[in-house]
């Protein structure tokens, strides 16, 4: 849908139409042809033309009472379709803040794993009014709560003794992802055994499984959103039992003490490490598990 402004704002004004006609709201459709054929005017009229019809939107929102929620996951990656010509995003940030700014009953969400700030200093300057929200792992109560009862009714404090909850909590440091993929390894593991409770010889093996489904995807595509410098210090932590000071770290990696420090504080912001009493250590030991292994 990044192939062209046309593709993405025909994508998201289609999304949206159907979205409102489900709860009883009826917009106008805005058709790509339309936006195509702007786009060979110019790529601003385009834009024109999809304000024009958000606002009528807006104003079908206003009368229902209604917020529009347009969430843009992986937003960093309209970096990569810039750098391919396809989206002009000097425009696109302008758009992005005019409906920030001018659009009472319509809000953006961007989600991503870089903040703007490491975007660089042109995206800083389109979010200078935008609020960040750290989304991160989940409380241990909470931990507890998800894997006991995910739905109502669920007998997880029979099928997930205390034992095996803390070991799921442990492994996993709370990370909301893990939790649900070792959980769901586990049941599956007991169902194919004609089982109704989890052991911790349960929890290894369900471990080895959620590296062979998932290793090529979340793992894989968790390690290369990573800067090779941020390899090299997970690297040294993981070659570490527990924990690892920064003199050790800067050690293993051969880097200067600046730039280790500067690749720990975005590991940290990253949830990849945590930082207890002076040491460094992997914020999810399965991720530290598979990081051993590559």
């Known amino acids: 849908i990044t192939s062209s402004i046309a593709a993405l704002l025909a994508s998201v004004a289609e999304e949206v139409q159907e979205t409102l006609l489900k709860r009883g709201m009826l917009v106008r459709k805005l058709e790509y042809e339309h936006l195509r054929d702007d786009l060979r005017e110019n790529e601003s009229v385009a ?61 953006l969400l961007f989600s991503g794993v870089k903040s703007i700030a490491e975007m660089g200093t042109h995206w800083a300057g389109y979010f200078v009014n935008v609020e960040m929200l750290k989304v991160s792992f989940l409380e241990p109560e909470e931990v507890r709560r998800l894997i006991k009862q995910p739905v109502p009714d669920f007998p997880g404090g029979h099928i997930f003794g205390v034992e095996v909850t803390e070991e799921i909590l442990r492994l996993t440091g709370g990370h909301p992802f893990l939790i649900q993929a070792l959980c769901s390894a586990l049941i599956t593991r007991l169902n194919s055994r004609l089982r109704q409770q989890a052991h911790l010889d349960d ?13 090529d995807g979340y793992f894989k595509d968790l390690w290369e959103r990573t800067e090779p410098e941020q390899q090299l210090c997970l690297r040294a932590v993981c070659a570490s039992p527990g924990s690892c000071s920064a003199d050790a770290i800067q050690h293993y990696c051969g880097l ?27 914020a999810a030991p399965i991720f530290g598990q598979w990081v051993v292994l590559q």
């Open 47 to 107: 834009y024109h033309r999809f304000s024009r019809w958000l606002k009528e939107v807006n104003h079908v929102l206003a009368q229902e009472d209604r917020v529009l929620l347009l969430t843009f996951d992986e937003f960093e990656k309209l970096a990569e379709a810039e750098q391919k010509g396809y989206l002009d995003l000097a425009l696109l940030f302008g758009w992005f803040r005019s409906v920030i700014q001018d659009q009472s009953h319509v809000v």
């Open 203 to 215: 929890v290894a093996a369900a471990i080895d499984e959620i590296f062979e489904k998932w290793s």
């Open 256 to 282: 200067d003490e600046a730039t280790v420090a500067s690749h720990l504080a975005k590991l940290l912001r990253r949830d990849l490490l945590r930082y207890d009493n002076g040491e460094y250590r992997i």
